[in-house]
């Protein structure tokens, strides 16, 4: 199960509360009826399906019940970033401050708060 | 190639067995081939086999990055069926279970083909009128598949929990009878075996890392881990990774991955006679010839191409399982695993021409492309000798996300993904 950073909430909660939303930064064109056949099936159905990084959009259906986007690496599942609804495609973080980020963040799992650890 | 019969077996024992040879040679690639397919899962090497029997053409290589039949084909949960709703569905899944009726002697090699009846169950009025919906549309296209009563079910499946106290009541089930299981590794193995024997090379450990073109956009061959392979006409049939391999050729194919688990129980002796599926609580669940409960999941609900997925998916469906069946609860679970899968828009495969001269798909067979493993090949087959689809493929173009042709399968699928 993933773990992943809110960015409204700004915690990191189980993917439980989660819905997947999709591939990110895809605009509706913006007069639908004027299109062709060809770029309305692109825009509709065609989606990257990256082996590797992927932008996505994520709900946090049963929290904020905002949506926000994430970079993900699709080979190994881990989150790269997430960041708020609206944000231009962000660049991703060097493994140095991916690490500085993960120094100070704080797991609130069971364990960590509840459970035996505690 | 030395045909496998009692005689060879009976000839075999009286030398100690040192007479058996390679099921299929590694050969080296050659230069070119006439055909290409990548992907030597059951669909690949099945379309290798057909086209070198059916159609003549036996200059073809199959190319597979790992071993052959370590994707989805050694990873799904087995099952055979052709209940489908909607008629380019049935088309192709019938075709299909028709061949797996005679392929164990077409091929020379036992894959184990058991029609031991593939049982839906209902739960809700809802399941109920669907699933009469489903038989009588299979009825009408000459498909067998009947309604029976909880005590009908019960009595074809002993271990269901009927009892209207249980966590999931029934209120009926749909019975196909010629569905089954059958040994997935033995389908890839039988058909590399009949396809090397026809002259086709099957090449391992060969990843194929970009599609060459000529000046006309037309396919001329392949990049590879390997060297440089030409082609005239090269078969994309790589499930999970097809979107992958069509960018290649600067092809987008409407495709997201998902990881679909299963799972196996220890070994038992054997108790559950039939296949047994839920859409509603999501449950599947057959007993190999090993003894192992096979039980299939669900999908993770993100892409990725982890080839594993997360444990409350699993959990999920033993929850359901155990609830269905109480005689379960203490069975201990041995391997888990997962695959990936290829799920288009509409929940139906893709298999025809694409916009580059020379290259066709086969790919969005999403969470059930075992079943129809000997149809999808004899079919895409047709389509890489001839050029244009067969009449029972026609409908699953890649065109018709363009058109809005959808097949709109989703709520056939036994079990939601």
New interface residues.
């Given amino acids: 199960?993933?773990l992943i950073h809110c960015p409204y909430c700004e915690e990191d909660r189980s993917?439980?509360e989660f819905?997947?939303a999709g591939e990110a930064h895809i605009a509706r064109p913006e007069n639908i009826a004027a299109i062709t056949?060809?770029e309305?099936?692109?825009y509709?159905?065609?989606?990257?399906?990256?082996?590797g990084l992927?932008y996505?959009r994520w709900r946090h259906i049963h929290g904020c019940g905002r949506f926000f986007n994430a970079a993900?690496d699709?080979?190994?599942?881990r989150f790269l970033m997430t960041y708020k609804a609206g944000l231009p495609k962000q660049p991703i973080p060097t493994a140095e401050e991916t690490a500085a980020i993960a120094e100070e963040k704080t797991v609130e799992t069971w364990e960590a708060t509840e459970g035996d650890a505690r | 190639m030395r045909k496998y019969s009692i005689f060879a077996i009976a000839r075999e024992a009286m030398r100690a067995h040192k007479g058996w040879e390679a099921q299929w040679s590694s050969p080296e690639p050659r230069s070119s081939y006439d055909v290409i397919i990548i992907g030597a899962g059951g669909h690949g090497l099945g379309a290798a086999y057909y086209l070198a029997k059916e159609h003549g053409i036996t200059n073809v290589a199959v190319i597979e990055k790992g071993w052959l039949g370590g994707g989805n084909t050694g990873r799904n949960t087995t099952i055979i069926r052709s209940n489908y709703l909607y008629e380019e569905s049935m088309d192709i899944y019938e075709h299909s279970l028709k061949l797996w009726e005679g392929l164990s002697q077409d091929l020379n090699y036992n894959v184990m083909y058991s029609p031991r009846g593939v049982m839906m169950l209902s739960h809700n009025v809802h399941d109920q009128q669907s699933f009469r919906r489903h038989i009588n549309a299979h009825r009408l296209y000459g498909i067998d598949n009947e309604w029976l009563t909880p005590e009908q079910a019960k009595a074809y499946c002993p271990p269901l929990d009927i009892s209207k106290t249980a966590r999931y009541p029934i209120n009926g089930a749909t019975l196909q009878r010629r569905g089954g299981t059958a040994r997935h590794d033995a389908v890839a193995w039988g058909y590399a075996r009949a396809a090397s024997d026809r002259g086709v090379h099957v090449i391992q450990n060969c990843e194929v890392t970009g599609i060459r073109r000529g000046p006309n956009g037309e396919v001329q061959g392949v990049e590879t881990t390997r060297g440089f392979i030409g082609a005239k006409k090269i078969g994309v049939s790589a499930a999970g990774?097809s979107?992958?391999v069509m960018e290649m050729a600067g092809v987008?194919?409407?495709?997201?991955?998902t990881p679909l688990q299963a799972l196996v129980s220890e070994p038992l002796k054997p108790i559950f006679p039939c296949v047994v599926m839920s859409n509603t609580v999501h449950a599947y669940i057959s007993q190999s010839d090993k003894g192992e409960l096979v039980i299939g999941a669900g999908t993770d609900?993100?892409?990725?191409?982890?080839q594993t997925g997360?444990?409350?998916i699993i959990t999920h469906t033993l929850d359901a399982i155990c609830e269905l069946f109480p005689i379960f609860r203490r069975v201990k679970m041995m391997r888990q695993w997962g695959g990936i899968t290829d799920n288009t828009?509409d929940r139906s495969p893709i298999q025809g021409v694409t916009p580059v001269p020379g290259l066709f798909v086969n790919c969005g067979w999403g969470t059930g492309g075992f079943k129809a493993t000997p149809g999808s090949a004899n079919l895409f087959a047709h389509l890489i000798a001839r050029g244009e689809p067969h009449r029972l493929a026609s409908g699953l173009t890649l065109d018709r996300?363009?058109?809005?042709r959808l097949i709109d399968e989703a709520a056939a699928a036994a079990v939601a993904h």
């Avoid at chain 2, 996300?401 to 809005?404: A, Q």
């Fill in positions: 199960m993933l993917e439980l819905r997947w056949d060809e309305f099936a692109e509709f159905f065609l989606r990257n399906n990256e082996k992927t996505e993900r699709t080979v190994s599942d | 990774h979107s992958v987008r194919v409407p495709l997201h991955s609900q993100y892409n990725s191409y982890s997360g444990l409350q828009p996300f363009r058109t809005g």
